[in-house]
């Protein structure tokens, strides 16, 4: 078993090529080819479902070692990184913003254009904090599986004049199911909270069971039927909230885990890598999206939709 080896090298037919590249490469194409270079040699196992154990903390029930693993360590080390980026980049807030302000900015009022008509104006002002901190946060973390150095750096052991890689010193956060689900947990628990807050629970239970039927335009004898169907309904409604948590996190997990065992399985091939790059965005884009649609499902009525009884202006406020 070796110790902590660092297979980052540039094969000479990369470098080979290299030298025949114009000069004016774009930015991204450069990045991808010495990402591409440097992670050459990568496990052909693939990514391992779950994530090393690197500062053992005891034993679970079945006897299996559990405490800080490597995709905990990436996690704290990428989110302390990104928050510090941000801070630099904004620096000392002035009416005249700077090149790394406005950038901020820019991103802030794009996605404030894209959440505000989802969760509606009286949800917004909590949402927005959480909605863009999963934003940057699962998009980071998405994005950090193609940073050279990842998955190619640990312990392993040589076959047939390569060296595989079976306990990488850095793996993708939401390439562990743990990190999904705690993500998805906190934005089913940020969800429960601001519903609560905004709507309140005589809305919610309306929202869930109520007959949303006009009862001045539907027959006497059909009215109590349409009660009864709703109300039936409303516990399909309560069991797809349940496994909210768990698709939420499956769908993140799976695009991302699967994402990094093609690049493992294709050597980091440039056109799995630039792919990836696009996977990465629209998983943090549809995570974020539907954590923003489920507050509006509630919190974003009219008038029109609140019951008769006047419960939902009892407790909108």
Known sequence: MAALPITLFITPKLFVSSMFLPRR???????????????AVASEGGVPPSA?????????????????????VTGWVISAFAAALVLWLVGKPSILPSRGQAVVEALIESLRGLFEPIVGKKAFPASFPLLVTLFIFILVHNWMGLIPGVGTIGWGHDLDGHFIITRPLIRPHNSDFNGTIALALISFGAWAI???????????????????????????????ILSLIFFIVGFVEVFSICIRPFTLSVRLF???????????????FFIFYFMELLVGLIQTIVFTLLSSVYIGLICNHGDDHEPESGHAAATHH
């Open 52 to 72: 090393e154990v690197l500062i053992p903390l005891g034993q679970n029930a079945a006897g299996h070692a559990w405490g800080i693993t490597n995709s905990m």
């Open 25 to 39: 490469i774009s930015g991204l194409a450069l990045a991808a080819l010495v990402a591409y270079a440097t992670t």
């Open 254 to 268: 799976g695009n991302i885990f699967g994402g990094e065992n093609l690049l493992h399985g294709t050597h980091f």
């Open 194 to 224: 601001i519903i609560l807050k905004y709507a309140g629970p005589k809305f919610i239970y309306w929202d869930l069971f109520g007959n949303k039927a006009d009862k001045k335009e539907t027959p006497g004898w059909l009215y109590p």
